[in-house]
């Protein structure tokens, strides 16, 4: 009998699996137990098919291969390669020493050769966690794996090599370490004319990682504003780069001369992406964008125009801040931390409430397209911002406002003081949970007098007031503020620009209603 430790993927994490193969004398044929699927039982075919092209010998007798732990599911073909090793070492091929410490992933072709699999990173971080000194991988895998810290990594092209290293006549030479990953310049905020309203509520979402719903006519530079969201956020610490190439990786996302992410994620999914594209799906469950996007920003624009089911769904996956697809064979989860930008048209024409051009939607469609948002996702979304293109001599030699760099620094510090008083209860002020709400925001009397009003005669409801008060306290935070005075809420106050009533949409040639209340 024969031990090899192999991997296989769950959801974006890895898990080790190991592999007994027990050969005894009875009639000739191979059982491939412990949870396997479809392409796990075909594993056999081809591990016996490369076994025989590498001119060794497939022991012609009772092969049991056991899959443990046994409770786990085990998808994907990355197992081929310990199932054929431990096949060889339960024959006697191979010494049972020379796997000590040793973890294998690789699908084997029917010659021999090793083929690459999904998910390289995860599975060789895996079979570190379980105590591999070193991961034998198919060379096409080598980049994606030994992005893997503290492991080595040695890449092999075919299974005749990989026994040739295990016999010790042909040591495998370790992959090169990862290439350190220089990060891709930022748009650059200055580059945005005028939009002075907009920037600050970028430079507001990024410092308390609220959700931004940017709405204006056509062209006045929604998405170009959203773009630069993730050149504001803080660079992505270590382990955070780390689970994002590891997620891009299961997504079979990583190419060629793949290096650690550097960069926050920033995924546009179009608004034809079906659910699954975007929440993740299939067989085997992929990730999808919103776990794409995991660390960094999911971009919707045109949020009318995505079929509702997706969304409503993307509510709930943006609450619990992961996906978990439930299968009749067990569930999957994948992390989907993301900040939330989106853009739409104030109506289906584009062009409600500009000074430039008329609208031609009656009232009923603007109602309609408003109505295709629900008004429960709009809720979750601290900062709503109208905004309007700007004249051409703004565009054309306007002041050109903050750089990415400024504003950058600023989010950072609001951020440190943040954490400083959260003391690990939340990561951004918008995830500040509602119990200690009120501790955290530290109020004013002034703030809390003028919030009162706001409430009595804007209606708000008690999640809209609860908002103002998670994005007075960021923006407090900005100012250096330890509590939250009233000036901060009614600066946010001017953040509600409420989409979910027909009746407060803006009629043609009105502006920017929501700024009244400031
Ligand atoms: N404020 C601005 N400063 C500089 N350039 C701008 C500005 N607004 C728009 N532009 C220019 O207009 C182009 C279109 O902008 P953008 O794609 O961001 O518009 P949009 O609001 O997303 O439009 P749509 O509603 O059609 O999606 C930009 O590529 C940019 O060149
Ligand atoms: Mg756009």
Not at 348 to 357: I, L, Y
Not at 452 to 460: Q, T, Y
Request: contains cysteine; aromatic residues 2%.
């Amino acid at each position: 009998m024969s031990r090899v430790l192999g991997a296989a993927l769950q959801g974006v994490d890895g898990g080790p699996v190991e592999v007994e193969v027990r050969i005894s004398s009875q009639l000739p044929r191979v059982d491939v137990v412990g949870l396997p699927e479809a392409a796990v039982r075909e594993s056999a075919a081809r591990v016996r098919a490369a076994i025989a092209s590498t001119g060794l010998t497939f022991p012609t007798q009772r092969i049991t291969v056991n899959l443990a732990p046994a409770e786990l599911r085990k998808g994907g073909t990355g197992l081929d390669l310990p199932i054929a090793v431990g096949v060889l070492a339960a024959n006697g091929a191979l010494e049972p020493d020379s796997l000590d410490g040793v973890g294998l992933v690789g699908e084997l072709a029917l010659d021999g050769r090793l083929r690459p699999v999904r998910g390289a990173l995860a599975l060789t971080l895996a079979l570190r966690d379980a105590g591999c000194r070193r991961v034998i991988v198919p060379e096409p895998s080598a980049v994606e794996s030994a992005l893997a810290p503290g492991v080595e990594v040695l890449p092999a092209l075919d299974l005749g090599r990989v026994c040739a290293h295990l016999l010790g006549s042909e040591p495998l030479d370790p992959a090169s370490p990862p290439r350190a990953a220089g990060s891709t310049a930022a748009p650059e905020l200055a580059d945005v004319r005028g939009q002075e309203h907009a920037k600050r509520a970028l430079e507001i979402a990024a410092a308390g990682g609220h959700a931004l719903l940017l709405r204006g006519t056509p062209g006045c530079g929604k998405t170009m504003l959203a773009r630069r969201l993730p050149g504001l956020l803080p660079a992505l610490g270590f382990e955070e780069a780390l689970a994002v190439t590891r997620i891009h990786g299961v997504a079979g996302q990583l190419r060629e001369g793949a290096t650690i992410a550097s960069d926050r994620p920033f995924r546009a999914p179009h608004h034809t992406a079906s659910t699954a594209g975007l929440l993740g799906g299939g067989q085997p469950p992929r990730p999808g964008e919103v776990s794409l996007a995991h660390h960094g920003v999911l971009f919707l624009d045109e949020l009318p125009e995505f079929r509702r089911a997706t969304l409503e769904a993307l509510r709930q996956v943006l609450e619990d801040r992961r996906v978990v697809i439930a299968r009749a064979r067990g569930t999957c989860v994948f992390p989907a931390q993301v900040q939330l930008v989106s853009a739409a048209n104030p109506c289906p024409c584009g062009w409600r409430g500009s000074r430039h051009r008329d609208c031609r939607c009656d009232d009923e469609a603007v109602a309609r397209y408003a109505a295709r948002v629900s008004g429960p996702l709009l809720d979750r979304i601290d900062l709503h911002v109208a905004l309007e293109s700007v004249p051409w001599s703004e565009l054309d030699a306007g002041p050109a406002g903050p750089t990415t760099r400024e504003v950058g620094e600023r989010v950072q510090e609001a951020r440190r003081r943040a954490s400083r008083r959260a003391g690990g209860v939340a990561a951004t002020n918008a995830a500040i949970p509602d119990a200690c709400l009120e501790d955290v925001v530290a109020a004013s009397a002034d703030a809390r007098t003028l919030l009162g009003r706001a409430v009595d005669r804007l209606a708000l409801s008690a999640r809209g007031a609860r908002r103002v008060l998670r994005v007075g306290r960021t923006i407090a935070d900005l100012a250096g503020e330890a509590g939250t005075p009233d000036w901060a809420v009614a600066e946010a106050l001017g953040y509600r620009d409420d989409w979910t009533r027909p009746a407060e949409l803006p009629a043609p040639g009105a502006q920017r209603r929501g700024r009244a209340g400031r």
